[in-house]
T-cell receptor, first 110, second 115 residues
Framework: QKEVEQNSGPLSVPEGAIASLNCTYS??????FFWYRQYSGKSPELIMS????GDKEDGRFTAQLNKASQYVSLLIRDSQPSDSATYLC??????????FGTGTSLTVIP | DTEVTQTPKHLVMGMTNKKSLKCEQH?????MYWYKQKAKKPPELMFV???????INESVPSRFSPECPNSSLLNLHLHALQPEDSALYLC??????????????FGSGTRLTVV
């Protein structure tokens, strides 16, 4: 079993819709969870971090964490074509080890 | 602009060349990392420098060698690379330590092509 799993996609949504990205992780004691956005050929950019169960909102982005289910998600409201990118889920596990998921490719269709 | 600076942004090198990738962070972070990323794949950890200790991913071939002149610099020396080493090389830093929860800050990356 991989430490961090994501659906690779591609995920396509129309402009203005909500994009929902999901991630599961294997280490039950993980405490830190991150979403990175990566445009093609560019480096990952941190867009959200979440540490407690529940929702965390920042502008059009909402991260949701459920530690009991070992599940973290990212919602993008009012999706824009500029949101088209690969979204990497990252989890900091025991020993401060970072694990990345394989990424979900998102395309927002104008 | 990023607070983790990588140079060069692009590098083309022959298989007999020796080159170096440079990475510098100005955030007082205690840990620095080198990752390799192939197209449509997640970043793969190569090296970690944390608390003056270097950790190596044992799957990384010896033609890659890291060097840490000080706590804000982590260079990657390249020698006798193969075409399959062509990738995006990412440097990152983080504030490590007990109780820290923060994520990584990545540099802009070096696009390496081995010919």
């Amino acid at each position: 079993q991989k430490e961090v799993e994501q659906n690779s996609g591609p995920l396509s949504v129309p402009e203005g819709a909500i994009a929902s990205l999901n991630c599961t992780y294997s280490d039950r004691v993980s405490q830190s969870f991150f979403w990175y956005r990566q445009y093609s050929g560019k480096s990952p950019e941190l867009i959200m971090s979440i540490y407690s169960n529940g929702d965390k909102e920042d502008g059009r982005f909402t991260a949701q964490l459920n530690k009991a289910s070992q599940y973290v998600s990212l919602l993008i409201r009012d999706s824009q074509p500029s949101d088209s990118a690969t979204y990497l889920c990252a989890v900091k596990m025991t020993g401060n080890q970072f694990y990345f998921g394989t990424g979900t490719s998102l395309t927002v269709i104008p | 602009d990023t607070e983790v600076t990588q140079t060069p942004k692009h590098l083309v090198m022959g298989m007999t060349n020796k080159k170096s990738l440079k990475c510098e962070q100005h955030m007082g972070h205690r840990a620095m990392y080198w990752y390799k990323q192939k197209a449509k794949k997640p970043p793969e950890l190569m090296f970690v420098y944390s608390y003056e200790k270097l950790s190596i991913n044992e799957s990384v071939p010896s033609r890659f060698s890291p060097e840490c002149p000080n706590s804000s610099l982590l260079n990657l020396h390249l020698h006798a690379l193969q075409p399959e080493d062509s990738a995006l090389y990412l440097c990152a830093s983080s504030q490590e330590g007990a109780g820290t929860v923060g994520g990584y800050t990545f540099g802009s990356g070096t696009r390496l092509t081995v010919v």
